[in-house]
């Protein structure tokens, strides 16, 4: 009898082991979904998701970041660029008032509003979408 009791419980454990690793996958998988991404670009640096980062704010709006780069408000503008030195890198910004969400939480979707920067944009410009990329199925 105490073989049986030992199988039950080894089964038991064994299936709640299997529940728990599928569940922590699937919260993973949610948890992981970017705010925004950067799907194409000349600059391969800046191709990927961007999350708002937890309490970081700059301009009172939240930074979508992905490492060093950021998608980030300043002075009601919105601009994409690395944080990491100082002051930081712009590569692309976007300043019409209309156009761009000036003041609001989130930064404007699509290319249009978009300019590179000079010293370190490339053309053409990247385009933003909301939430992960899109992948094409064959």
């Known amino acids: 009898m105490k073989v049986k009791e030992t199988e ?25 979904s970017p705010d925004f991404s950067i799907c194409e670009s000349p600059d391969a640096s800046i191709v990927g998701g961007y999350s708002a980062d937890g309490d970081t704010k700059m301009d009172g709006a939240p930074v979508y ?10 002075k009601g ?22 156009a761009c969400n000036m003041g609001e939480d989130t930064p404007p979707l699509g290319k249009s509003t978009w300019a590179a920067s000079k010293k370190f944009g490339k053309e053409p410009v990247p385009e933003i979408v909301k939430g992960a990329c899109q992948v094409d199925e064959l």
């Open 8 to 32: 039950n419980k080894s089964l038991m454990r064994m299936m709640w082991t299997r529940f728990l690793l599928a569940f922590v996958g699937i919260v993973l998988v949610v948890a992981k």
């Open 65 to 74: 970041s992905k490492g060093d780069i950021a998608i980030f408000r300043n």
């Open 77 to 98: 503008f919105w601009y994409i660029g690395n944080l990491g030195p100082w002051p930081p890198e712009t590569y692309y910004r976007c300043v019409d008032a209309e």
